[in-house]
């Protein structure tokens, strides 16, 4: 589903080179793949580039089978609309909009109906378990329940794709076991790839794919 | 309409920050259209003043009669400006035609000759087209106009009103005798003697201290006329087809000068050209006031998102919406500003009309007046338009920078 084909982008971190060298790496469809490794060792970099954020200086990303690394920008935005969600460390809401409304955000933006973006926004978060926080801010929403409204956030369009850059960082174990749970559950139901990047050794557990990544190289593989 | 809608809860995002940015706005809107309505009065009085003043709606003259001294006397004149006036009153635009005669002169106490000039008038159609009673009424609270009145409709009657200046001048007031002195259209002298029965003031001092009027039999006898007249007053039913009824009128005369009165009130046009002047440069400094205070908190209002336009983009928000985000929080904020300016400006309009305040005389004139900030919805409109434009053109600027912000690093952003 995700090919990284010998993947390089580098660039200078006080006054040394950092980055990925050379990585290649494939993530088959529905399964949790976790991109492991210490700080610093090019995991939030290669998540970067395989959701497109970021531009490779050599190398190729198939998406699908679809060569997506050198796509002009406004193809790789809509490409991020509609084939990829997002998952991030602080959780990333909008803090002016609802849960309801922020997961209803992407679906706008890709031009569904409000009435239709609503219906099919509330069913995710119900699927999160967040039924009942619809209408919450996410100031008023804890760690764990802000997470999960991203999570539901990213799934709401229905992406290939779901990237997640150390999902459980800001949350205690109490939360980040079930929070990989889920996504463990709805890449298996939903046939949604997760790639995620952390070093929790409970994210580690609970995946089909790990990738160690040290220095910015791949030096290993698990394939559970 | 998530853009919109997003934009407003930014907007609402930082309560303080917007009231403040809003009440710039309000100022500015208030400022300008409080101004525009000020001089929608001057204009509006100054206008009313030509007019009314004698000017008429479009006036008929000799071709090149507003060129050299020739222009005070009836050696330019419209030959048979009587028949020309009756023609012109079977005109259907035209509500009535007003001859009028302008001579120069000494005139006479006996014991002191001053300088004049003269205005013969209709004295029947005069009061009924003109605000001659207007300044004769003003006159006759100055020394000596106690008993003013208007000239007499007697053809035999030798009367004259005097600018308040020069009655006094000559010591002059209502009842004194003078004797007017000037020359026929053959060049010789000649002399009437006049009763004064009026003051008139006309609000200008270089007008108070010099003109005269007089009826057109009074200025036939003094300067043997005939049926020649300098000018034609003409007012129309109709005034705002003043332009197309002087192209019209001339065209039907073409061998007179047909002038709108806009281009013949030389004051009007010189106080309108330094109204635009002082109000224009009001309105660039206050332009650049609302454009840099906007563009300010738009400005902060990126910097403090700039996670979250990261998060946005991520989500595969195009840059040119994070452009237009943005130029909707600054209509938002245009279109709030102007709603509360209109509100703040009609209640301080009513406020400020209601004091009756007496503005003093300006600079030239002889009485003040009474403010009166009129309603000019045109106004309004312009302000409106004008403060959007501005509000759109300073959430540029913040636009184009959260639109070029590199995804990656936004993100990073703490």
């Known amino acids: 589903m995700l090919q990284l084909c010998n993947l390089t982008r580098a660039y200078e971190l006080g006054g040394e080179r950092a980055g990925v060298f050379g990585v290649s790496l494939a993530v088959p469809k529905g399964s949790l793949a ?123 369009p229905d992406p290939l794709l779901v990237l997640a850059d150390e999902p459980t960082a800001s949350l205690d174990h109490a939360h980040g076991g079930p929070l990989m749970d889920l996504m463990a559950e709805l890449a298996a139901e939903r046939g949604v790839t997760f790639l995620v990047a952390s070093h929790d050794p409970a994210v580690i557990a609970r995946a089909n794919h790990v990738f160690r990544l040290a220095d910015g190289r791949l030096i290993e593989e698990e394939h559970l | 309409m998530i853009l919109p809608r997003l934009a407003l809860r930014n907007l609402l995002r930082q309560r303080r920050r917007t009231a403040l940015t809003l009440m710039v706005v309000v100022a500015g809107f208030l400022a300008l259209s409080l101004a525009g309505g000020f001089m929608a009065q001057t204009f509006q009085g100054l206008s009313d003043a030509a007019i009314r003043g004698g000017l008429g709606h479009l006036q008929v003259m000799p071709p090149g009669a507003m060129e050299g ?47 004049f000039l003269g205005t013969a008038v209709d004295p029947v159609l005069e009061p009924k087209y003109m605000a001659c009673l207007d300044s004769l009424k003003d006159g006759a609270k100055a020394s000596g106009g106690a008993g003013s009145r208007w000239l007499s409709p007697d053809p035999s009657a030798r009367e004259v009103i005097l600018g308040v200046g020069l009655a006094h001048s000559l010591g002059a007031s209502v009842g004194s005798l003078l004797t007017l002195m000037s020359t026929t259209r053959d060049g010789a002298l000649n002399a009437v003697d006049v009763e004064v029965v009026g003051l008139q003031d006309l609000g200008l001092r270089e007008l108070n201290d010099r003109l005269l009027t007089v009826s057109l039999a009074t200025a036939n006898q003094l300067l043997d006329a005939g049926p020649a007249r300098s000018r034609l007053s003409i007012v129309l039913k109709r005034p705002r087809d003043t332009a197309a009824e002087q192209t019209r009128i001339q065209a039907l005369l073409p061998e007179t000068s047909v002038k709108p009165w806009f281009e013949l009130a030389s004051f009007y046009r010189q106080v309108k050209l330094l109204y ?64 509360l300016g209109l509100a703040a400006t009609l209640l301080l309009r009513a406020g400020l009309n209601a004091l009756h ?58």
């Open chain 2, 357 to 414: 305040i007496q503005m003093p005389a300006p600079p030239g004139t002889s009485h003040g007046y009474e403010l009166d900030i009129h309603f000019v919805p045109a106004v309004y409109l312009i302000v409106a338009i004008g403060i959007q434009a501005t509000l759109q053109l300073s959430a540029l600027f913040p636009g184009l920078k959260a639109a070029r912000l590199r995804i990656v690093e936004a993100l990073r952003h703490v």
């Open chain 2, 69 to 115: 001294d020739e222009a005070q006397s009836l050696e330019k004149a419209l030959p048979d400006g009587e028949a020309l006036a009756a023609r012109l009153r079977r005109d259907p635009a035209v509500a009535e035609v007003l001859p009028r005669s302008q001579f120069m002169g000494l005139l006479s106490s006996g014991a002191k000759s001053v300088a």
């Open chain 1, 34 to 156: 976790v991109l492991a490794g210490p700080s610093g060792s090019g995991k939030t970099t290669l998540l970067q580039l395989a959701g497109l954020l970021d531009v490779p200086d050599e190398g190729s990303i198939l998406l699908d089978g679809q060569e997506v690394s050198n796509l002009p920008e406004r193809e790789r935005c809509d490409l991020r609309l509609r084939r990829l969600g997002f998952v991030f460390q602080a959780f990333n809401l909008v803090p002016v909009l609802s849960a309801l409304e922020n997961v209803m955000l992407p679906l706008q933006l890709q031009g569904v109906a409000e009435d239709e973006a609503r219906r099919r926004a509330g069913a995710a978060l119900d699927r999160v378990g967040l039924a009942d926080r619809l209408h919450h801010r996410p100031g008023q929403l804890s760690g764990g329940q802000q997470q999960r409204a991203a999570i539901a956030r990213a799934l709401a």
């Open chain 2, 276 to 339: 635009y002047a002082i109000f224009g440069f009001m309105g660039l400094v206050l332009f650049l006031v609302v454009l840099l205070a906007t563009a300010n908190t738009l400005l902060m209002s990126v910097m403090e998102r700039v996670r979250e336009f990261g998060v946005l983009r991520a989500m595969g928000l195009q840059p040119g919406q994070l452009l237009v985000l943005l130029q909707w929080e600054g209509a938002f904020l245009g279109l709030m500003g102007s709603a």
